[in-house]
């Protein structure tokens, strides 16, 4: 394994050790907000410790990144192979245009969370967020999965404002008692049923292993699945003769 001292190293720097090493394992000190950590990267695991900057992991095509505390905004930027696991909360947009891999974040996320995620064939993007995320989850989402289990929101609906906006792909299961009140029409809400909690089970238990918590517990709790209303959502855009 490789140790690096990150402390007042100039981003591209660091970059271009990480890149060039020869070391698979690689875990990083004292990490002050240096951008764009393991982009493009692949075959390789790297330990944070402190808190990495923006766009840790863009592009990122089969690294492990494990984060041990928060991390900035853009997170997993146009992902498409690897995983990020964060031991904290993240701020805005992660998992932007992502397009395979998957981000386990143990707390909350910021707003646009899974932006305009997409799909292709065995390219199945999975988003998983501990507590909450803010406004605008899953806007335009394309495909993939995005889980919200709002573990300490008391059964309160764990996302912001707008969730699903333009949503024509992929689901989102929120873990919660009541849905949003202000869900947009291209989007159908209804009770998970088994077949939709078979489906999570095995992404949730990688969470929960993840993080040490106890998956039994979250999967007792009530989950809405959010999928897009194929009735042409997009209806308003159109110019009727």
């Given amino acids: 394994m490789k140790h690096i001292d990150v402390h ?3 981003f591209k720097d660091l970059n271009q050790i990480i890149r060039l090493s020869k070391d698979q394992h690689i875990e990083l000190k004292d990490v002050e ?3 764009y950590i393991g982009c493009g990267l692949s075959g390789k695991v790297i330990d944070i410790y402190g808190t990495p900057g923006n766009a840790l992991g863009a592009c990122l095509d089969g690294t492990q990144i494990i984060v041990h505390n928060n991390a900035q905004d853009a997170t997993g930027d146009t992902m498409n192979d690897g995983a990020i696991i964060i031991h ?3 701020g805005d947009a992660a998992g932007y245009s992502m397009r395979g891999g998957k981000i386990f974040i143990r ?3 910021g707003y646009r969370t899974g932006i305009h995620m997409k799909a292709y064939q065995e390219k199945q993007p999975l988003l998983v967020i501990g507590d909450r995320a803010g406004s605008f989850l899953g806007e335009y989402q394309a495909g993939g999965t995005i889980i919200v289990l709002g573990l300490h929101q008391d059964g309160k609906p764990p996302v912001g ?3 699903g906006t333009g949503m024509h792909g992929g689901k989102i299961f929120l873990r919660c008692d009541n849905l949003p009140r202000d ?3 291209q989007v159908v809400a209804q009770t998970a049923m088994e077949e939709d909690l078979k489906e999570i089970s095995a992404p949730i238990e990688e969470f929960c292993k993840a993080f040490s918590l106890d998956k039994d517990a979250v999967m007792q709790q009530h989950f809405f699945v959010l999928t897009p209303n194929t009735s042409n959502p997009y209806k308003q855009l159109y110019t009727y003769v």
């Fill in 8 to 10: 007042g190293m100039y």
């Fill in 33 to 35: 907000g240096q951008r």
């Fill in 88 to 90: 904290g909360s993240c």
């Fill in 107 to 109: 707390d909350s996320a």
């Fill in 161 to 163: 404002y707008f969730c």
């Fill in 183 to 185: 869900l947009p029409e």
